[in-house]
């Protein structure tokens, strides 16, 4: 019965802020609030990592009913040198496509998911922030392999040949373009961040 007290208190804390969590962010002014943070963040980590494609986050999207609240505008960086990095130069030579998708399904309720993991599990609150923010990072930088399956997949005709390293990655990280499973990929980055803590409180190893 031992083992089972701390897991159970764990789920009863994951479960219950979850819930309000995402209560909480069913606040269209506030889905927009994170949509534009997520933008001025994901945009730059983006462009730094990825080799083929440049791409602009912006929160907003044409009038929809697909709860679209997101668009991005994307340049092929081999059809271009680095002045495609200059904005005024970007205005002169349009996107090669513009994509639109519903952030709060993408992204925001996924990193909810992820800290609330962090948030039930028993660790000291100075640690518990500081993985926090380490596990977002890291999830941000599987979105920005999941989006770039995504826009590679688009600007290559629906289709994206596995000749490089990056196109490999980007192919197993994409997860098929679905959304579903990026739930697990956060579950999976708390548990490596995490794992000391998950073998001596829950399985007592």
Same mark, same amino acid.
């Given at each position: 019965m031992k083992k089972l007290k701390?897991?159970?208190r764990f789920f009863i804390i994951l479960s219950i802020s979850f819930i309000v969590l995402a209560l909480v962010f069913s606040n269209?002014?506030?889905?927009?609030h994170h949509t534009a943070y997520y933008s001025f963040i994901a945009t730059p980590i983006f462009n730094v990592l990825n080799p083929h494609v440049y791409a602009e986050f912006e929160e907003g999207a044409i009038e929809n009913d697909n709860d679209w609240g997101i668009t991005f505008r994307i340049w092929d960086k081999r059809k271009y040198d680095e002045r495609i990095?200059?904005?005024?130069?970007?205005?002169?030579?349009?996107?090669?496509?513009i994509l639109y998708q519903n952030p709060h399904e993408l992204f925001l309720i996924p990193s909810l998911?992820?800290?609330?993991?962090?948030l039930a599990t028993p660790i000291k609150w100075t640690r518990k922030i500081l993985k926090m923010l380490l596990g #977002?990072?890291?999830?941000?930088?599987?979105?920005?392999?999941?989006?770039?399956?995504?826009f590679e997949f688009t600007l290559n005709g629906q289709t #994206?040949?596995?000749?490089?390293?990056?196109?490999?990655?980007?192919?197993?990280l994409g997860l098929g373009g679905t959304t579903d499973p990026i739930f697990i990929v956060a579950f999976f980055i708390w548990l490596i961040l995490?794992?000391?803590?998950?073998?001596?409180e829950f399985l007592g190893i």
């Open positions: 701390p897991l159970s269209q002014t506030l889905r927009k990095r200059v904005k005024n130069f970007r205005a002169k030579n349009p996107p090669s496509a998911f992820l800290l609330c993991l962090f #977002l990072f890291i999830f941000y930088i599987f979105m920005t392999c999941y989006l770039s399956y995504r #994206l040949p596995l000749d490089s390293i990056w196109h490999v990655i980007i192919s197993f995490e794992r000391k803590v998950l073998f001596k």
